[in-house]
């Protein structure tokens, strides 16, 4: 079978359309050159491997020969995977966004040969449903309006290019962030917002369909551990949505893990995908949930996190951490491999074991899905408690039946045909999920996780930080496929330093500060804006700025991950208090203060900046555990006290003795004269007053409590 050009691309999303009979491009100087020889419009699609509705339109209209014959006389073809090209997906999402009023994947765009979109949607159906033209009809009518109404294609795109301008660039400057009640009040007010779109009744936030916001739950989780106006609030909407997600269908209750999101508000049906970025955020939110309200389920979800990123989302051999797990096994499903009839799990288990995990699971003859009524997404509607006492069970015997049951459903399930795992590793997704790997294990006590931590970063790090910049890929889900380099964004900066600085934390090893002190430096030199303050998302030196990418970009929204800016300006916070460089300080208040006008009108979406702002306008609250000989008991036991009640502006630093000679500039200063021969010791410092050293529980507890 003849191949198009996606043949010699590294994507695994690109690559599954090779076979297509479209005529695909990747993004690059070739598809454009060719429009503007030409003179035709790009027809540009954006999707990824773990999109359902983008194999459905692959399937029904670029694997049609007579569609295929249309686009290909009237259009250059563009494909880009949204999670190789961010930077690209981000302005042409804006576009159509502006153009439709909404955005997604696929996302479809009609571009000018210079790349400026003119019009755009995101699924279009092969014939008139759904209130949604087909695609056939968009695309004559595109062509034509190219062909005939090219002024007023012109003025279009004009318009959307201002308006990917005017939204990517955003710009609500505030000079009085130096002020701490200022910026407490600005925190206070995100908080507020955040609690004010929370469900009682379900958890999360809003309605149908619901995301998980981790940067917002940490937010709630911080203010929940503070007194202020929205202590009690926070405390029950962190711990009510951190309780309905781990309940429900959200939840993958065999496997593990989360999926991206729930269509319905309740978290029983969702998107079956599974993403790395959600579930390294989840899992240092379920950890910092427990370290506040020290629920024992909290604990159980993050041990399942890891379970399930074990399992199937990571390279045991080599390190780091996949991409993503795809939803379905093909486009005749939707979720099946995930969910369950009746009559399949009466055949799996005993009667004893069916006859409480159907209650518990709530496997009936009516399920959840509407393509197969029958088919039920595991969900847990009741506590096991009650359940046992309605069957006339032990708990002891109610939770070994259980127990059974899932082993023996999870087993029948890993029997059938599997959803494809994307094995890319992307630069700044494994530094996420590092960073949660050495949290969880720090505090659940599993030196398991964070021995795979670190050596999933010094993997990335040897691979993608080279020649002072950091790349966008640290392997690709195919190895025979070509491997073009893809430089890194912003992201992927901030977020590796950030796992460097939280891999120093945890070992005291200072070669890891040192390769965050670097990146950062690199941060500043390549994306900062010198002018006007914040960071851009790509390189300020990137070569020629293709289509909308001409457009400069300061992202300020979570939308999903953290944003760069406000993540950036946490990283530099961290060194700041580290190094007690005001390069760093000054940048990121720079930052904070760049947005600072507009941010609250962001909501829930701005949770990023709102714990950035904690570590900017609170003094900084160290913790540091000074290890003598013999005395590693003794600091794990000062550790685990230390780490309880998540703060922002709270770090903990385990340092053994043969660390002590290669700290830090600032964390140094604050050493001198300490000696522990044995044992171990804490010194907690906040701003610029330390605590008498504390050798016990009891005289850590009470410097905690002064100090925070």
Same mark, same amino acid.
């Given at each position: 079978?003849?191949?198009?050009?996606?043949?010699?691309?590294?994507?695994?999303?690109?690559?599954?359309?090779?076979?297509?009979?479209?005529?695909?491009?990747?993004?690059?100087?070739?598809?454009?050159?060719?429009?503007?020889?030409?003179?035709?419009?790009?027809?540009?699609?954006?999707?990824?491997?773990?999109?359902?509705?983008?194999?459905?339109?692959?399937?029904?209209?670029?694997?049609?020969?007579?569609?295929?014959?249309?686009?290909? !006389?009237?259009?250059?073809?563009?494909?880009?995977?949204?999670?190789?090209?961010?930077?690209?997906?981000?302005?042409?999402?804006?576009?159509?966004?502006?153009?439709?009023?909404?955005?997604?994947?696929?996302?479809?765009?009609?571009?000018?040969?210079?790349?400026?979109?003119?019009?755009?949607?995101?699924?279009? %159906?092969?014939?008139?449903?759904?209130?949604?033209?087909?695609?056939?009809?968009?695309?004559?009518?595109?062509?034509?309006?190219?062909?005939?109404?090219?002024?007023?294609?012109?003025?279009?795109?004009?318009?959307?290019? $201002?308006?990917?301008?005017?939204?990517?660039?955003? /710009?609500?400057?505030?000079?009085?962030?130096?002020?701490?009640?200022?910026?407490?009040?600005?925190?206070?007010?995100?908080?507020?917002?955040?609690?004010?779109?929370?469900?009682?009744?379900?958890?999360?936030?809003?309605?149908?369909?619901?995301?998980?916001?981790?940067?917002?739950?940490?937010?709630?989780?911080?203010?929940?551990?503070?007194?202020?106006?929205?202590?009690?609030?926070?405390?029950?909407?962190?711990?009510? =949505?951190?309780?309905?997600?781990?309940?429900?269908?959200?939840?993958?209750?065999?496997?593990?893990?989360?999926?991206?999101?729930?269509? +319905?508000?309740?978290?029983?049906?969702?998107?079956?995908?599974?993403?790395?970025?959600?579930?390294?955020?989840?899992?240092?939110?379920?950890?910092?949930?427990?370290?506040?309200?020290?629920?024992?389920?909290?604990?159980?979800?993050?041990?399942?996190?890891?379970?399930?990123?074990?399992?199937?989302?990571?390279?045991?051999?080599?390190?780091?951490?996949?991409?993503?797990?795809?939803? +379905?096994?093909?486009?005749?499903?939707?979720? +099946?491999?995930?969910?369950? @009839?009746?009559?399949?799990?009466?055949?799996?288990?005993?009667?004893?074991?069916?006859?409480?995990?159907?209650?518990?699971?709530?496997?009936?003859?009516?399920?959840?899905?509407?393509?197969?009524?029958?088919?039920?997404?595991?969900?847990?509607?009741?506590?096991?408690?009650?359940?046992?006492?309605?069957?006339?069970?032990?708990?002891?015997?109610?939770?070994?039946?259980?127990?059974?049951?899932?082993?023996?459903?999870?087993?029948?399930?890993?029997?059938?045909?599997?959803?494809?795992?994307?094995?890319?590793?992307?630069?700044?997704?494994?530094?996420?999920?590092?960073?949660?790997?050495?949290?969880?294990?720090?505090?659940?006590?599993?030196?398991?996780?964070?021995?795979?931590?670190?050596?999933?970063?010094? !993997?990335?790090?040897?691979?993608?930080?080279?020649?002072?910049?950091?790349?966008?890929?640290?392997?690709?889900?195919?190895?025979?496929?070509?491997? %073009?380099?893809?430089?890194?964004?912003?992201?992927?900066?901030?977020?590796?330093?950030?796992?460097?600085?939280?891999?120093?934390?945890?070992?005291?090893?200072?070669?890891?500060?040192?390769?965050?002190?670097?990146?950062?430096?690199?941060?500043?030199?390549?994306?900062?804006?010198?002018?006007?303050?914040?960071?851009?998302? =790509?390189?300020?030196?990137?070569?020629?700025?293709?289509?909308?990418?001409? /457009?400069?970009?300061? %992202?300020?929204?979570?939308?999903?991950?953290?944003?760069?800016?406000?993540?950036?300006?946490?990283?530099?916070?961290?060194?700041?208090?580290?190094?007690?460089?005001?390069?760093?300080?000054?940048?990121?208040?720079?930052?904070?203060?760049?947005?600072?006008?507009?941010?609250?009108?962001?909501?829930?979406?701005?949770? @990023?900046?709102?714990?950035?702002?904690?570590?900017?306008?609170?003094?900084?609250?160290?913790?540091?555990?000074?290890?003598?000989? $013999?005395?590693?008991?003794?600091?794990?036991?000062?550790?685990?006290?230390?780490?309880?009640?998540?703060?922002?502006?709270?770090?903990?630093?385990?340092?053994?003795?043969?660390?002590?000679?290669?700290?830090? %500039?600032?964390?140094?200063?604050?050493?001198?004269?300490?000696?522990?021969?044995?044992?171990?010791?804490?010194?907690?410092?906040?701003?610029? =007053?330390?605590?008498?050293?504390?050798?016990?529980?009891?005289?850590?507890?009470?410097?905690?409590?002064?100090?925070?």
């Amino acid at each position: 079978m003849p191949h198009n050009a996606l043949a010699s691309a590294a994507s695994s999303y690109l690559r599954s359309a090779m076979h297509q009979p479209i005529h695909w491009h990747q993004w690059g100087e070739e598809a454009f050159t060719k429009a503007q020889e030409q003179d035709k419009p790009i027809l540009l699609d954006i999707g990824a491997v773990w999109c359902h509705w983008c194999h459905v339109m692959d399937r029904e209209s670029y694997e049609d020969p007579a569609l295929a014959e249309l686009i290909n !006389r009237e259009y250059i073809t563009i494909k880009v995977d949204r999670d190789e090209r961010p930077d690209v997906d981000t302005r042409y999402q804006a576009a159509v966004q502006a153009i439709s009023g909404q955005g997604g994947w696929p996302l479809t765009a009609f571009l000018t040969p210079q790349g400026h979109p003119f019009f755009g949607g995101t699924y279009f %159906p092969p014939t008139e449903r759904m209130g949604r033209p087909s695609f056939r009809r968009v695309l004559e009518t595109m062509a034509d309006a190219f062909r005939h109404k090219r002024e007023d294609v012109n003025d279009s795109a004009g318009s959307v290019m $201002q308006a990917i301008e005017y939204n990517e660039a955003f /710009a609500g400057g505030a000079t009085d962030l130096q002020n701490s009640s200022a910026g407490i009040a600005l925190i206070d007010k995100l908080v507020a917002s955040a609690l004010q779109s929370y469900d009682p009744r379900h958890g999360g936030f809003g309605s149908q369909p619901k995301f998980p916001h981790p940067a917002a739950l940490d937010m709630l989780i911080d203010a929940a551990s503070r007194s202020g106006p929205n202590h009690a609030k926070a405390a029950e909407a962190a711990q009510g =949505t951190l309780h309905k997600m781990f309940r429900g269908g959200v939840y993958d209750q065999l496997a593990g893990g989360f999926h991206r999101y729930s269509v +319905d508000e309740r978290w029983v049906v969702p998107h079956f995908e599974k993403m790395s970025y959600d579930n390294s955020e989840l899992l240092r939110s379920y950890v910092h949930g427990f370290q506040t309200f020290v629920d024992p389920e909290f604990a159980r979800a993050a041990t399942d996190i890891l379970r399930w990123m074990d399992e199937w989302l990571s390279d045991r051999e080599q390190g780091g951490f996949y991409a993503s797990q795809d939803a +379905d096994i093909s486009l005749d499903d939707d979720g +099946d491999y995930f969910t369950w @009839t009746r009559a399949e799990a009466e055949a799996v288990l005993t009667p004893e074991e069916f006859a409480i995990a159907a209650p518990y699971f709530d496997i009936g003859t009516v399920g959840d899905m509407h393509h197969d009524p029958a088919r039920n997404v595991l969900f847990r509607p009741v506590d096991l408690a009650p359940l046992a006492n309605e069957l006339n069970l032990s708990r002891e015997e109610a939770e070994r039946l259980l127990a059974s049951a899932k082993q023996k459903l999870y087993a029948t399930r890993l029997e059938r045909p599997t959803p494809f795992v994307d094995k890319t590793l992307y630069t700044g997704w494994n530094s996420m999920a590092i960073r949660a790997y050495l949290e969880a294990g720090r505090a659940l006590q599993r030196p398991e996780a964070v021995a795979f931590g670190l050596r999933s970063l010094q !993997r990335v790090l040897s691979v993608a930080w080279r020649n002072g910049q950091v790349g966008h890929v640290v392997a690709w889900g195919d190895p025979q496929a070509p491997a %073009p380099d893809v430089p890194g964004n912003l992201e992927d900066a901030v977020f590796l330093a950030d796992a460097c600085l939280t891999a120093f934390e945890v070992t005291g090893d200072t070669n890891w500060f040192r390769s965050a002190k670097e990146i950062a430096d690199s941060l500043l030199a390549r994306f900062s804006d010198t002018e006007k303050g914040g960071f851009f998302d =790509t390189d300020i030196a990137g070569g020629t700025a293709l289509g909308a990418l001409s /457009a400069r970009r300061k %992202p300020l929204q979570d939308a999903p991950t953290p944003a760069g800016n406000p993540a950036a300006a946490a990283l530099l916070l961290r060194l700041a208090t580290l190094t007690g460089d005001e390069v760093y300080r000054s940048a990121a208040e720079r930052t904070l203060e760049c947005f600072a006008g507009i941010v609250e009108h962001f909501g829930l979406y701005a949770a @990023t900046f709102g714990l950035a702002l904690g570590l900017l306008v609170r003094p900084a609250v160290q913790v540091v555990i000074l290890e003598g000989e $013999q005395g590693a008991s003794a600091a794990r036991e000062l550790e685990a006290i230390a780490l309880a009640r998540y703060a922002v502006n709270k770090t903990v630093l385990r340092i053994p003795a043969s660390r002590r000679a290669d700290l830090p %500039p600032a964390l140094a200063e604050t050493l001198p004269g300490i000696e522990v021969a044995t044992g171990a010791v804490a010194l907690v410092c906040s701003g610029n =007053t330390c605590q008498p050293p504390a050798r016990s529980a009891e005289d850590l507890i009470a410097a905690l409590a002064a100090a925070l």
